[in-house]
């Protein structure tokens, strides 16, 4: 649901042996964590993923749950959602994400709302 033209942000992506040392959570809470859409992955590269820009000082994104259940609503795939995420978006000006970790979430989901 993007624009494969439109370039995407760099981000590291973190495995779940990574988010352990840098949540500083067991493997257990940060699989509870996912389950619980604090936070998404995916598949890279034959491994399970998450973008570390969803992470900020040492915790899941507050904002990023909520809109990944009105990502969800609108039909989004959890591969969807992140590329969204990621993707600058015109009428934000900036990658959905940054725009999350500079406390923009009304915007975003706004934004995100009327992709449904």
């Given at each position: 649901?993007t624009?494969d033209?439109?370039?995407q942000?760099e981000t590291?992506?973190l ?21 619980e859409l604090?936070l998404?992955?995916?598949r890279?590269?034959g491994?399970?993923?998450v973008?570390?820009?969803f992470i900020?000082d040492?915790?899941p994104i507050g904002?990023?749950r909520?809109t990944?259940?009105?990502l969800?609503?609108a039909?989004f795939?959890?591969d969807?959602?992140i590329d969204?995420l ?8 900036i990658?959905?994400?940054e725009?999350?970790r500079a406390?923009r ?8 709302q009327a992709?449904?």
């Open positions: 649901m624009d033209a439109t370039p942000i590291d992506w495995t779940l042996a990574d988010l352990t040392q840098v949540l500083g959570e067991p493997l257990g809470r940060v699989r509870r964590l996912l389950d604090q998404v992955g995916s890279r590269d491994v399970f993923k973008p570390a820009v900020l040492g915790e904002s990023l909520g990944l259940f009105v969800h609503d039909g795939t959890d969807e959602a969204w990621l993707t600058s978006d015109a009428s934000i000006g990658p959905p994400i725009a999350l406390g979430k009304s915007e975003v989901r706004r934004v995100a992709l449904g």
